[in-house]
């Protein structure tokens, strides 16, 4: 099977905040050297030299300290000690380091799963599932709408920085840790730089042999959340399949909203229910699962 390396990025508008900027921003550091120094520091050590000769009155009869506060060795730093070194070089290795155990046995066969459905269409770009997630502990499937761009990240997730933080903030208020969920998403497939837009019916019901061959890797998940209206429709989809794995386990779907774009827009008071509904329904499956909140 052909090892897939990591996925093309997209082209973002705000590229320094995408890896590729990232790693921009960490070419430019190096070729700058020593001169390039965070915004502001220059007036930092004025105002440290200004300081002693301000702030204080000198003893009479004694000298005056003028030394800068910021020592000489500071003003001679390597590139790497920068502050916009540091910054810019951490995200981009840890993606690197997330990338490189993509194929760990606790997740390895369904990243498998995910090259494989990307040598079925080689243009496209199949998200893999982050090493952090377990398929010998996996309980409960968070299933999205991935009607968006491909994370840049190369993984799949709950949709914007937004999404991914309310799904986060719903986990960590059930103790639920991410060895017992996993994603996956309706269409696998994204199209490099480009929103997947709204689902057609051919689109969704494309989704149903990958999420079966999915199921089938994760032999203890007997609950699905979907998210959104099209995971919604290829939930039911998967239910009318009358595949006998699914009475085996006694799947349980839960239905409920997108974590981002419109089906998530509203007033506060009405995006704080949204996000109740979906408390309820993680909790109820931790229960189904046999889940409980840590102590």
């Not at 506060?69 to 790497?80: L, N």
């Not at 999420?211 to 919604?232: D, M, Q, Y």
Request: charged fraction near 25%.
């Amino acid at each position: 099977m052909r090892v897939r390396g990591a996925p093309p990025r997209g082209s973002g508008k705000n590229t320094t905040n995408s890896a590729e900027g990232l790693v921009t921003l960490t070419r430019k550091t190096r070729r700058s050297g020593p001169a390039f120094r965070f915004a502001g520091l220059a007036k930092l050590e004025k105002a440290d030299q200004e300081s002693v000769h301000t702030t204080f009155q000198p003893i009479p009869g004694t000298a005056v300290h003028d030394a800068p506060i910021f020592p000489d060795w500071q003003h001679r730093r390597a590139p790497q000690e920068t502050l916009h070194y540091m910054t810019a070089l951490a995200p981009e290795s840890f993606r690197e380091q997330l990338l490189s155990r993509r194929y760990e046995p606790n997740v390895a066969a369904v990243n498998e799963l995910c090259d494989s459905l990307q040598d079925v269409r080689p243009d496209s770009e199949v998200p893999y599932v982050d090493p952090m997630h377990d398929v010998d502990e996996c309980r409960i499937i968070s299933l999205y709408s991935n009607i968006g761009e491909a994370d840049k990240s190369g993984f799949i997730t709950a949709g914007d920085d937004d999404a991914a933080t309310r799904m986060l903030g719903i986990q960590w208020k059930l103790g639920l840790r991410p060895e017992f969920v996993m994603p996956w998403n309706v269409h696998p497939w994204h199209t490099p730089g480009e929103p997947n837009g709204k689902f057609t019916p051919d689109q969704i019901a494309a989704g149903l042999k990958p999420l079966l061959k999915f199921l089938a890797l994760v032999p203890r998940a007997s609950v699905i959340v979907a998210h959104g209206t099209e995971a919604n429709r290829l939930a039911n989809l998967l239910l009318k399949t009358e595949v006998p794995l699914l009475w085996r386990r006694g799947l349980k779907t839960y239905k409920v909203r997108s974590l981002c774009g419109r089906a998530f827009a509203g007033t506060p008071a009405r995006q704080e229910q949204y996000l109740e509904e979906m408390h309820v329904a993680y909790a109820d499956a931790m229960a189904r699962t046999g889940l409980t909140k840590p102590s």
